[in-house]
C-alpha cells in the first residue's frame, strides 16, 4: 500500500501529522525537530509537486505573483540602480507598509490576514482552524501555489534547508507563509503545491503556473545575509527574461516587496513595485502614494476575483488602485503620523506577551471589501462574533497594547460597501480613539513561570 505523502513529510519533517503541535511559542531546540538528511532524500525521490491550473477571470488581473525580498528600508531600495529599474517596469508604491518586525509575522500576515500577536521567527504551526488566503481561492477554484528557493522537495516542513556544501543558510521555513498553516501542510492535496525554484520552471515551460503564487528567494539573494545590491541583481536578473515572455506577463500582477524594513525605530515602509502584463504601459515609472500594507494584498485579491474575506486585518485594508479604479472602492486616506508598524500586539503566538490556547476569532458579521463577508466556512468555524480585535479598521491598531498608535484615520473617502459604517474609517477621530474591542475570549494573564511550564509541556507534547 502507498504510504501517505503526509506521512513520509512527517517523517522528513519529524513533524508527527496527528500530534499536538506547540502551538505557543514555547522555543523549540532545533535539534529535536531536525530531520535526518536521509529521510530528506528518501521523501525527495517520492514526494511529487502538484500544479493545478484554472483560468478565473479577474477584474484587474488573471495571475497574482508575489516576491518578497528580506530586511531593508524604503530609502536603500531607492538608491540601488537594480531597483530603480525594477520600478522603471511598472508602479512604484510609496507608502506601502509591512505590518511588523520581525520576518515571520509578516509573512503569516500575507496569507493569513493577521501575526497572532508574533514578534519572533520561531518554529510556530497555526491549528487548523486559522483559515488563510487559501481558503478564499479554493472557494472559486482558483489555483494557487508557492515556489520556494531551494525548498529540497514540495511540503518540506524542517525548520530550514542549508547549503549541503557549506552549511550557510539557504532555505528557512520562517520565510515560507503557507507551510506554518495545519490548513495548507497537514492536506495532503495542498501541502504538494509549496515547491521549488525548479518546478517554477517547469511550470513556465509546461504553461501550469497557478494564478497565485508567492515566491521567496533563497536567504543569499533575498538580501537576508548580503545586501540590496547583492538583491537588486538578483531581482533584475530572475525578473528580466519573463517580462519579455508572453505566457508570463499575459494579464499578469507581479508584486515586487519586503517583508519588513531594517532599522526597526523608523516607520515599516517598504519599496514596492506592481509590474508584469496586467499594469498599463502608460503607468510605468509612475509612482502610487496611497497607503497599503501586507493585507492590501489580500483584499485585493478579494475583489480581483469577487471572493469573500479572512474576517481579519484583510478585511477593510485598502485595496490596490490597480483593482479599486475599476471595482469603484474608495480607499481609505488616512494620516501616517506616528505609524510604525514596529511592534506585535499580544496574542497566542508572541514571546513577550503571549496567552497560550487563546486565538483570536475573527470578525464574521463585517462586509468587508467586496461587501460578501467572511467565508462561510470561516463562519461557520467561529460563530456570530465581531472579532477580538478592531478587524474593520484600516490598518491594524491595538490600544490596549498601545501598539501601532498614531495615526488618524481622515475622512472623506470611506469604502462604502463596507459594514453599514462601522467599518469605513470615515470619522477624524483624535489618534488615541481606540478601535479595539474586547469580548468573552479576551486573553487572560498568565504568570510567566506558569507558561515556561505550558511551553515546555506543548514542547513535550508535540515532539516526544
Ligand atoms: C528617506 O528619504 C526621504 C527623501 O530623501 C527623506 O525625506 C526621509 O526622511 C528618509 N527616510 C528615512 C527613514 O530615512
Ligand atoms: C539547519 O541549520 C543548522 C544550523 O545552521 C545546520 O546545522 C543544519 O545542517 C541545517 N539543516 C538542514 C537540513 O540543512
Ligand atoms: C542561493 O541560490 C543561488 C542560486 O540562485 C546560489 O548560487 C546560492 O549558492 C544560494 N545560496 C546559498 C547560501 O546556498
Ligand atoms: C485539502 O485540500 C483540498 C484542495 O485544496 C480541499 O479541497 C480539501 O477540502 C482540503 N481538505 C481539508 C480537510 O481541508
Ligand atoms: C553590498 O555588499 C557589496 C559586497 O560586500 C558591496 O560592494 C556593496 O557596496 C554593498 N552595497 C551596499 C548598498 O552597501
Ligand atoms: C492569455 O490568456 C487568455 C485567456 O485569459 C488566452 O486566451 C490567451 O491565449 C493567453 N495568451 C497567451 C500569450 O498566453
Ligand atoms: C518603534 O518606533 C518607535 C519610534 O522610533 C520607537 O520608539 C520604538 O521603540 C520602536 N519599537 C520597536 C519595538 O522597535
Ligand atoms: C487609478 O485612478 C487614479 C485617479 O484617476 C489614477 O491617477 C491612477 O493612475 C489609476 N491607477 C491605476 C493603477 O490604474
Ligand atoms: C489625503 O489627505 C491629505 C490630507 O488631508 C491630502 O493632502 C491628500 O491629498 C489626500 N490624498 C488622497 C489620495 O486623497
Ligand atoms: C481553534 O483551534 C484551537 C487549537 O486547536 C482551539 O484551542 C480553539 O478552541 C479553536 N477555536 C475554534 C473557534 O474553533
Ligand atoms: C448568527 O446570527 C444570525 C442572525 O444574525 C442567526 O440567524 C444565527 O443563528 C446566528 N448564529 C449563531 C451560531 O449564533
Ligand atoms: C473600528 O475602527 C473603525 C475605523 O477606524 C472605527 O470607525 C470604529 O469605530 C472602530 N470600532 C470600534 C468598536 O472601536
Given at each position: 500500500m502507498k504510504a501517505s505523502v503526509l506521512s513520509i513529510l512527517a517523517a522528513a519533517g519529524a513533524l508527527a501529522a496527528n500530534s499536538e503541535p506547540p502551538y505557543t511559542t514555547s522555543r523549540v531546540p532545533i535539534s529535536t525537530i531536525e530531520p535526518s538528511l536521509a529521510s530528506i532524500s528518501a521523501a525527495q525521490a517520492t514526494v511529487q509537486p502538484l500544479s493545478p491550473t484554472s483560468s478565473v477571470k479577474g477584474v484587474a488581473f488573471d495571475r497574482i505573483i508575489q516576491i518578497w525580498l528580506e530586511n531593508t528600508d524604503f530609502n536603500a531600495s531607492a538608491a540601488d540602480p537594480n531597483m530603480q529599474w525594477v520600478a522603471s517596469q511598472g508602479i512604484l508604491l510609496t507608502n506601502y507598509y509591512a505590518v511588523t518586525h520581525p520576518s515571520e509575522p509578516n509573512y503569516a500576515a500575507s496569507v493569513a490576514g493577521d501575526t497572532f500577536g508574533m514578534d519572533n521567527d520561531d518554529f510556530l504551526r497555526f491549528p487548523?482552524?486559522?483559515?488563510?488566503?487559501v481558503d478564499l481561492l479554493d472557494s472559486k477554484s482558483i489555483s494557487w501555489g508557492e515556489y520556494m528557493e531551494h525548498i529540497p522537495y514540495a511540503g518540506f516542513q524542517g525548520f530550514n534547508y542549508s547549503n549541503q556544501q557549506n552549511y550557510a543558510n539557504d532555505y528557512v521555513r520562517k520565510h515560507n507563509p503557507l507551510i506554518l498553516f495545519d490548513s495548507v501542510s497537514q492536506n495532503e492535496t495542498r501541502v504538494r503545491q509549496i515547491k521549488s525554484f525548479v518546478s517554477f520552471y517547469d511550470d513556465l515551460q509546461a504553461k501550469t503556473l497557478p494564478q497565485w503564487s508567492f515566491i521567496t528567494p533563497n536567504m543569499s539573494n533575498d538580501a537576508h545575509d548580503t545586501n540590496i545590491t547583492f538583491a537588486g541583481s538578483w531581482t533584475k536578473s530572475f525578473l528580466e527574461p519573463l517580462l519579455t515572455n508572453d505566457y508570463f506577463m499575459n494579464n499578469t500582477l507581479v508584486i515586487v516587496s519586503f517583508d519588513e524594513n531594517e532599522v526597526y525605530t523608523d516607520p515599516n515602509r517598504v519599496y514596492t513595485v506592481l509590474l508584469g502584463g496586467a499594469i498599463d504601459k502608460s503607468l510605468h515609472g509612475t509612482t502610487d502614494a496611497t497607503f497599503y500594507n501586507h493585507y492590501s494584498t489580500i483584499s485585493t485579491v478579494s475583489q480581483n476575483w469577487d471572493l469573500p474575506s479572512l474576517g481579519r486585518w484583510d478585511c477593510d485594508a485598502n485595496v490596490l488602485a490597480l483593482v479599486a479604479n475599476k471595482t469603484g472602492y474608495k480607499n481609505a486616506n488616512i494620516s501616517l503620523d506616528g505609524l510604525f508598524f514596529n511592534a506585535s500586539y499580544p496574542g497566542p503566538v508572541s514571546d513577550s506577551k503571549n496567552t497560550p490556547g487563546w486565538w483570536p476569532a475573527p470578525d464574521t458579521l463585517a462586509k468587508c471589501t467586496t461587501g460578501k463577508g467572511v467565508l462561510p466556512a470561516i463562519a461557520a468555524q467561529w460563530g456570530n462574533s465581531t472579532g477580538t480585535y478592531n478587524y474593520t479598521n484600516v490598518y491594524p491598531y491595538d490600544a490596549a497594547s498601545d501598539t501601532a498608535t498614531g495615526g488618524t484615520p481622515v475622512t472623506g473617502s470611506a469604502d462604502a460597501p463596507s459594514s453599514g459604517g462601522s467599518g469605513s474609517p470615515t470619522s477624524t477621530t483624535g489618534s488615541a480613539a481606540s478601535p479595539s474591542k474586547t469580548n468573552a475570549a479576551a486573553p487572560v494573564a498568565v504568570p510567566s513561570g506558569v507558561m515556561a511550564i505550558l511551553g515546555l509541556v506543548g514542547l513535550v507534547a508535540g515532539f516526544a
Open positions: 487548523a482552524n486559522i483559515s488563510t488566503v
